[in-house]
């Protein structure tokens, strides 16, 4: 049981879904690369675990890890993907060379530090993400049918939650 005066950290996913992470649940900024093994707090840096804001009542038992649960996660997110990969009005929207050539930008970016200029992959979301928003409704790079394929996204991962 946390007592702690922070939450959980958020679990988010890159555009194309290919990279789960997690925000830091004590800054709420960067994403988190670590865990406390006492709290299971996801962090993000030394500056964090050490900080004022994360700390552990004198009876504070360590944490057991959960398998399951991460397995759970896991599950469900490949059982998003798989229903948005076979969702027809996705198909047929892929089908167009524009989209291809924009998610595969999307991806570049989010793949290659040469690409986004950016070493860390925190970095290249933010320049991946810089970029569907100049292609989404009233960016300077505006597309419809991006804008379409990113609606239809988020309404499917709606309909999960």
Do not use: W
Not at 19 to 30: A, D, S
Not at 74 to 97: G, H, V
């Amino acid at each position: 049981m946390q007592s702690n005066n922070y939450m959980q950290a958020e679990r988010y996913t890159n555009i194309d879904g290919s990279h789960p992470f997690m925000i830091c649940g004590i800054c709420k900024e960067i994403e988190a690369k670590y865990r406390c093994p006492k709290c299971n707090v996801h962090y993000c840096s030394i500056g964090c675990f050490k900080g004022p804001n994360h700390i552990h009542t004198e009876n504070e038992k360590p944490v057991q890890k959960n398998a399951n649960d991460e397995k759970s996660i896991e599950n469900n997110s490949s059982d998003l993907y798989a229903r948005i990969a076979s969702d027809t009005q996705i198909q047929s929207m892929l089908k167009f060379k524009s989209l291809q050539f924009h998610l595969s930008v999307i991806l570049k970016i989010l793949d290659d530090p040469q690409v986004s200029g950016e070493q860390t992959s925190a970095g290249r979301r933010e320049v991946a993400n810089a970029k569907l928003t100049q292609l989404r409704e009233g960016g300077v790079e505006e597309n419809e049918l991006v804008e379409d394929f990113v609606t239809r996204v988020l309404e499917m991962m709606e309909e999960r939650n």
